[in-house]
């Protein structure tokens, strides 16, 4: 079986003898697919290479965890190894794998049920929540690192654009959605597939596909507001962003309430998954903030980081007085404007070194 690492390998030794990866191949003539269906490692890496990270960013999308991403794309990559037999290039290699991973997601899903946000469970709380363990038994949406994402052109027919489509507020809505509407939105307004490519894909009817993408439509459209981040970011400039990030963590490093409260819009939430409590308001968001990360914590260090297509900012905390500040956090920064409207921290330490992230600040 071939190397399905993240990692693209080099050409095979004939790398022009055949169309390139991801378009659709005659399967008897191919020569580059018929020596990977012959078993040939580097052939089929060499296949597959410009699809991966597009395919990991649709299984995140489907599973709002980069962890089960991981998984769903190993799987569906040694499945596609195991079936490329059966791949008679009637359409593109890209498509076939993209059924192929879909189908994966769609098994995970129906195991595991949808991750969720803080707000998933409840409502917010009036007063700063002390003492209150993780919430194991909730499965976490994740945050995904931007470096991981494709910047290639967008797909024909696909409304959404790469970093739109991974936002907080558009995953978070995903994982509402039931499986097949989950997979036919995606399929169709992410990636540009036509509906009855989908059915093909999900064995279902055009019909069902049109139908499943008409309610996941309506639910999306309550749950995700009429601007997208990537819209807000163009408006504001870097010059401005900068200011709002650099702002963020001067003021948790500063304790400085007055300046934090001046970035933040008078409905502002902060939640910090695998914590369930949330808070909600001005008001309550800075009495939190008083009471928990600006004296309550330790001391802050920050690096400016993105994930989900939004600025964030890596907190690092020094618990003990010990001079070492440890990864802590990842805050990623909804904006509505130029003003924060959600701050949502990530508490995993594990995920820093995806984020290309040290593990310690001095």
């Not at 939105?185 to 490519?197: D, K, P, Q, T, Y």
């Amino acid at each position: 079986m071939g190397n399905i690492s993240r990692t693209a390998p080099g050409p095979p030794s004939d790398p022009a003898a055949g169309p390139p990866p991801g378009r659709p191949a005659d399967a008897s003539t191919d020569p580059v697919l018929n020596r990977a269906r012959a078993g040939d490692d580097e052939a089929f890496d060499y296949l597959v290479a410009p699809l991966r990270r597009e395919l990991h960013a649709h299984c995140y999308r489907m599973l709002g965890s980069t962890h089960d991403a991981d998984d769903a794309l190993q799987d569906a990559l040694l499945r596609a190894w195991r079936g490329l037999a059966r791949f008679e290039g009637r359409s593109s290699l890209r498509s076939w794998l993209y059924a192929v991973a879909t189908r994966v997601c769609l098994d995970t899903v129906a195991a595991r049920g949808r991750r969720a946000l803080p707000v998933d469970l409840g409502p917010a709380s009036d007063n700063p929540v002390l003492g209150v363990a993780p919430l194991g038994r909730v499965a976490w949406l994740g945050p995904y690192p931007d470096g991981e994402l494709t910047d290639g052109p967008a797909h024909p027919g696909a409304r959404y654009e790469q970093r739109e489509a991974v936002e907080l507020a558009f995953v978070a809505a995903l994982q509402h959605l039931p499986g097949n509407q989950r997979a036919a939105l995606l399929l169709f307004e992410v990636l540009g597939f036509s509906a009855a490519e989908i059915a093909t894909m999900m064995n279902t009817s055009t019909t069902s596909v049109n139908s499943a993408l008409a309610r996941a439509r309506r639910l999306v459209a309550e749950r995700v507001g009429p601007s997208s981040q990537q819209h807000t970011l163009r408006k504001i400039g870097d010059a401005r962003l900068r200011q709002i990030v650099d702002g963020y963590a001067s003021a948790l490093e500063n304790a400085d309430a007055d300046a934090l409260v001046a970035l933040l819009t008078e409905d502002v939430t902060w939640s910090m998954p695998p914590l369930p409590a949330w808070y909600a308001g001005i008001r309550t968001v800075t009495d939190f903030a008083v009471r928990v990360p600006l004296t309550g914590c330790g001391t802050w260090r920050h690096l400016p980081t993105h994930a989900n297509g939004q600025p964030a900012v890596a907190s690092y905390l020094d618990a003990d007085g010990s001079g070492t500040h440890r990864a802590w956090s990842i805050d990623v920064l909804t904006l509505r404007g130029d003003r924060v409207a959600s701050i949502t921290s990530f508490l995993d330490p594990g995920v820093f070194r995806r984020f290309g992230l040290p593990a310690s600040l001095p």
